[in-house]
């Protein structure tokens, strides 16, 4: 037997064990449509939250391009020495633009914002240092490079103090990584829940089946034959219980978008909530069928393994 | 075709099932078993056809033996075995054709060749007009036949019937006994388990009798008889 032969003999094999499997899930409606759900549900939640993470951090990358370094200089340092450190700082990669503020500007600019400018004009001499303020490119805009930036900028010998305007940043980040951490945990959990519960469906049918399989295993059939079926099954399951899960997560994130948009306009906001999209879908239906495969591989093996001699 | 040497079968440690079983088979002979219920005639089948294992001996079966295949190779001897068994085992929800196909199709025949040795089979046990049914909708005999077909249908060089004839009328089990005949005629070695002493009497062939998992043979019946007489006048 040539092997072209046997790769055609192999994919028939797998056509009909694949059409056949549909065929019997499609048979029996309800009961398929109650797991499929219950699968559905079970990857719709950390599913969900995933999305929902995904739009929190997006949301937080909108608001750190506002991320801004103070420098504040040494009273020593002239203004010409703080302009030259101006342009220099320019050359940097991670520096987008430095703008100086001198300490009369800070002076004025501190007069109009707070509107105690009677106090300040009784003060003889002006108690601001010079201010540089640097605006890191958007591309370094982490957590972890601002504070890298921040770091560096800390050594420079004019410097004095050097404050990054946006400490709440990297709480939000770290917040997220708590809740990332979490949903993992969840997905996992509720991963496992669609294993048991695939694995579960599959043992049923291999015990309602165990005739037919002591039949066919009377007249020669390989546990590969005997096993595909049900593998199959098992990742029509996985794949379908995605396809409700996708479903749900899209109904869910459209209905949470509808306040989440009008609440992003009252801030002159273009935020709106994204779902899942193609990739994810993709992502998810791989979840399922990977799991949906190795639940029904356990169930069936374990059939396979019980009724051997 | 089939070589017992030696071979005991205990099901469990103070039940001796076979004990110490010794025949052989010619290639293209054929054969019945017989003997009382519980003699081990389903044992001796089972045996043959690698459904269990023996406690001890040595079973060769077309020139294969047993001890040295693996559990992953067993499926591979049972594709040139024809079983069939009281209850024709049939799929209730594949049709007679289906049914039949199944071992061609576990062999992974190609969609042709299925066709053509499915509906040969079928018209060789005068089943062709019923390929669409569902076994459901066929007499005991008929689904006999279909149980036989499927056995046949890969070509198997070995047939063996347990009791394939138990839930006949006598006209049908004649009817399939001459079937196993026609099988043998053109070369498969046949042996059927069976209770049904004047049927097989009529056939000439050679009858294995079993007796509490012993090979019995006529001499010794004989003698066991005499016995057995001598005694039941000692008692009286
Ligand atoms: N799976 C089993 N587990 C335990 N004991 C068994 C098993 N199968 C058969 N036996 C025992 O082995 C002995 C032989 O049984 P076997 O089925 O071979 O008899 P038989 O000749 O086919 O009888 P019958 O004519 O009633 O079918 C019996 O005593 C039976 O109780
Ligand atoms: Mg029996």
Known sequence: ?309 | MIDFDNVSMRYDPNHTALSNLTFHMAKGEMAFLTGHSGAGKSTLLKLAALLERPTNGKIVVNGCNYKRVSRRKIPYIRRNIGLIFQNPHLLPELTVFDNVALPLVIHGFSHQEIQKRVRAALDKVSLGNKERCYPKGLSGGEQQRVGIARAVVNRPALLLADEPTGNLDPDLSAEIMNLFQEFNEVGVTVLVASHDLPLIASMRHRIITLKQGRLFDAGAQLQWQANHVQEEGVLV
């Open chain 1, 1 to 309: 037997m040539s092997l072209s032969d046997r790769w055609h003999k192999l994919l028939e094999r797998h056509a009909h064990a694949s059409v056949s499997s549909l065929g019997r899930l499609w048979r029996t409606p309800f009961a398929t449509m109650l797991t499929l759900l219950v699968i559905g549900v079970a990857l719709a939640l950390p599913a969900c939250l995933y999305v929902l993470l995904g739009n929190v951090q997006s949301f937080g990358q909108g608001w750190d391009k506002g991320a801004q370094i103070s420098l504040f200089l040494k009273v020593s340092v002239s203004q010409a020495t703080a302009q030259d450190l101006a342009s220099q700082l320019k050359q940097r990669d991670d520096v987008a633009n430095v703008t100086y503020i001198s300490p009369q500007d800070g002076l004025k600019k501190f007069q109009a914002q707070t509107g105690i400018g009677d106090i300040v004009e009784d003060l003889h001499s002006n108690p601001l240092p010079a201010v540089l303020e640097v605006q890191p490119t958007l591309s370094v805009q982490t957590p972890k490079s601002i504070e890298a930036l921040l770091t560096d900028l800390k050594r420079l010998p004019q410097v004095d103090i050097a404050e990054l305007d946006m400490q709440w940043l990297k709480r939000l980040y770290t917040i997220i990584e708590v809740i990332r951490r979490g949903v993992w945990a969840l997905a996992a959990l509720l991963g496992l829940a669609v294993l048991l519960v695939i694995g579960n469906t599959i043992r049923l049918s291999t015990q309602n089946r165990r005739q037919e399989i002591e039949i066919i295993k009377l007249i020669g059939a390989t546990n590969s034959f005997i096993r595909r079926p049900f593998l199959y099954s098992g990742m029509y399951y996985g794949l379908f219980g995605a396809i409700i899960a996708w479903i749900l997560v899209s109904i869910t994130i459209s209905w949470l978008n509808v306040p989440v948009v009008q609440l992003a306009k009252l801030y002159s906001s273009q935020f709106s909530l994204h779902g899942l999209g193609f990739l994810g879908g993709v992502k998810l239906a791989c979840v399922g069928i990977v799991l949906g495969f190795f639940g029904s591989w356990f169930s069936v093996n374990r059939h396979l393994r019980a009724n051997e001699l």
